[in-house]
C-alpha cells in the first residue's frame, strides 16, 4: 500500500512525503510507517495508540470513520491520506 | 513603529505588512492585557488560535513620504463563550486612521505541542477569565456577511478574464507549524492579479487598476490549511464594475478533489 503524508507531519518523517509498503492491512503498514519514522509514532497517535483526533485518514480517497478498525485488509495499489485537520501554530 | 521602504509600493502600505503587525500587536495585547505569550498560551494552556476570516479596510491614501510613523491600537473581544475570537487593529499616521484591521479568530485546543496538531474548542476558562467584561459579548453577535454579499452580488456580473495559477506552499509562508500564514493571503494571490493587470483582455484596459490604483480592501475567507510543500491552483475572475475594479481569487487544492481553501476578494478603485 501507499502512505502518504500531510505537510504539517513531514518533519517527523524526515521529509518524505511517500511510503510504499508490502503490509497487507492498514494496521501493519500503519506500523511499518512508525517503525521507519518513530518520531511520527506520538505526532500521529495519542497515548492510548489511537490516530489523534486532528489526524484523518483516507482509503483511496474516502474518508475513514473515526474508530472504524483498522484491520481493514488493503492491497498493493491501495492509498492511504492522512490528512491533518488543523494545526495550532 | 517607524516607516521603512520595505513596508510601501509606490501606492500605499502592503497589505501583508499591515497583517503581520497585526499579527505582532495581537501578540503585544495577550501579553499586555491577559498575560500571556503565545508560546506559554501553547505549552501552557494547550491553546492556539487560527485566522479564519480577514477585513482589511484602507480608509485614507497613505504614500511612504506622507508620515514617518505608524501607530496602531489594537482589541480583542470574544464572542460565543470563547468559541471566536474578534482582533479589530485600527492603523494611524500623522493623527488620521489609515486603515483597518478585522481578524475572525477560532480559538484550538492543541492536542500535541511538538506536531502542534489541535482542533477547535473554545478559550480556556483560564484565560476567558481575563478579558475584562466590556471585551466579552454574552450575546450571539452576526456573523461578518459582507464577503458572502458581495459574492452572491458578483454571481450576478460576468468576469472580464479568468486566470489559473498553480502555486506551492513554501516554509517561508507559513508558521510554527508549518501550516501557513494568513499574512501570506496577499501575497499567494497577486500572481493571478498582477498577470491579467499587466496583460489584460482586449477592451478591458481598466483591469490594469490592479496593479496602479490602490487597494481599497481585501475581505478573505479561510477554510481549510494549506501545508508546507502543498501545491495549489489559484482561480482567479477579474470584474469591472461602474465604480470600482474587483478581483475574486479562489485558492483550490491541486490534489485530490481540488477543494476550496481560502477565497480572497480584492477591490481597487477606479482611475480618476
Not at chain 2, 491600537?73 to 489609515?98: H, N, P
Not at chain 2, 477554510?223 to 474587483?246: C, E, K, M, N, W
Request: glycine share 4%; net charge neutral.
Amino acid at each position: 500500500m501507499i502512505i502518504q503524508l500531510p505537510g504539517a507531519l513531514l518533519r517527523f518523517a524526515n521529509y518524505q512525503r511517500e511510503f510504499q509498503y508490502d503490509s497487507t492491512t492498514l494496521k501493519t503498514g500503519l506500523d511499518s510507517l512508525m517503525a521507519q519514522n518513530p518520531a511520527l509514532k506520538s505526532a500521529l497517535l495519542d497515548r492510548k495508540g489511537k490516530i489523534r483526533s486532528a489526524h484523518l485518514l483516507f482509503i483511496n480517497g474516502d474518508q475513514l470513520d473515526r474508530g472504524s478498525s483498522t484491520d481493514r485488509a488493503l492491497g498493493a495499489h491501495d492509498c492511504v491520506e492522512i490528512v491533518t485537520a488543523i494545526a495550532g501554530g | 513603529m517607524p516607516f521603512d521602504t520595505s513596508m510601501f509600493s509606490p501606492v500605499q502600505i502592503q497589505p501583508r505588512r499591515l497583517l503581520q503587525l497585526s499579527m505582532s500587536g495581537w501578540a503585544r495585547w495577550l501579553s499586555e492585557h491577559l498575560s500571556v505569550s503565545f508560546p506559554s498560551m501553547v505549552s501552557k494552556h494547550h491553546a492556539s488560535a487560527v485566522v479564519a476570516g480577514i477585513e482589511l479596510e484602507y480608509l485614507e491614501p497613505l504614500r511612504f513620504l506622507d508620515a514617518d510613523i505608524l501607530q496602531v491600537r489594537v482589541g480583542l473581544s470574544a464572542r460565543r463563550e470563547g468559541s471566536i475570537l474578534d482582533l479589530v487593529l485600527d492603523y494611524s499616521a500623522s493623527a488620521k486612521s489609515i486603515a483597518c484591521v478585522r481578524l475572525v479568530v477560532i480559538p484550538v485546543h492543541v492536542e500535541d505541542v511538538e506536531s502542534l496538531s489541535a482542533l477547535p474548542q473554545k478559550l480556556p476558562d483560564e484565560l476567558l477569565a481575563r478579558f475584562d467584561a466590556d471585551e466579552v459579548a454574552d450575546e450571539v453577535a452576526a456573523e461578518p456577511r459582507r464577503m458572502r454579499e458581495e459574492l452572491r452580488a458578483l454571481r450576478k456580473e460576468k468576469p472580464a478574464c479568468e486566470r489559473r495559477t498553480p502555486f506551492t506552499i513554501h516554509r517561508h509562508m507559513c508558521e510554527v507549524a508549518d501550516q501557513w500564514s494568513f499574512i501570506e493571503l496577499p501575497g499567494l494571490v497577486e500572481p493571478g492579479r498582477e498577470a491579467i493587470c499587466l496583460d489584460p483582455p482586449p477592451r478591458f484596459d481598466e483591469l490594469r487598476a490592479g496593479v496602479s490604483q490602490r487597494l481599497v480592501r481585501i475581505d478573505a475567507e479561510l477554510r481549510r490549511p494549506f501545508f508546507a510543500f502543498d501545491t495549489g491552483i489559484l482561480v482567479t475572475r477579474a470584474y469591472v464594475l461602474p465604480s470600482r475594479i474587483v478581483y475574486v481569487h479562489e485558492l483550490r487544492s491541486a490534489r485530490g478533489r481540488n477543494h476550496r481553501h481560502a477565497t480572497v476578494i480584492e477591490q481597487f478603485e477606479v482611475a480618476a
